[in-house]
């Protein structure tokens, strides 16, 4: 069974940092990605940012670039996002998400209807 549990939410003021870990099991493709999504209050969710298997290519939404930095082990077990610069509108619920027809076209807004294997959220609170 595919299981992605997501860590490392909480509160931070702006311009702090933060760190999510997910953990990855249960997943045996060859090839896949990994994306970090966010959904805030009465908003659609969104992707983030996102890492491939293959060759460890990272995308990024336009809204995080430059502060967010998506990486991985090297089993790709665990996938974080390290977040520096958070502001107030980056307060969502932040999910990872990972599927053999999830492409980083997500962080666009493509393919998100595709992904099958998400994790249960993580809460993020970036007061001013």
């Known amino acids: 069974e595919v299981q992605l549990v997501e860590s490392g939410g909480g509160l931070v003021q702006a311009g702090g940092s933060l760190r999510l870990s997910c953990q990855v099991s249960g997943f045996t493709f060859e090839s896949y990605a990994v994306a970090w999504f966010r959904q805030a209050p009465g908003k659609e969710r969104e992707g983030v940012s996102c890492i491939t298997s293959e060759d460890r290519t990272t995308s990024y939404a336009d809204s995080v670039k430059g502060r967010f930095t998506i990486s991985s082990d090297n089993a790709m077990n665990t996938v974080y996002l390290q977040m520096n610069n958070l502001k107030p509108e980056d307060t969502a619920v932040y999910y990872c998400?990972?599927?053999?027809?999830?492409?980083?076209?997500?962080?666009?807004?493509?393919?998100?209807?595709?992904?099958?294997?998400w994790g249960q959220g993580t809460l993020v609170n970036v007061s001013s």
């Open positions: 998400a990972a599927d053999p027809y999830l492409i980083c076209t997500v962080v666009h807004g493509i393919g998100v209807e595709l992904v099958n294997h």
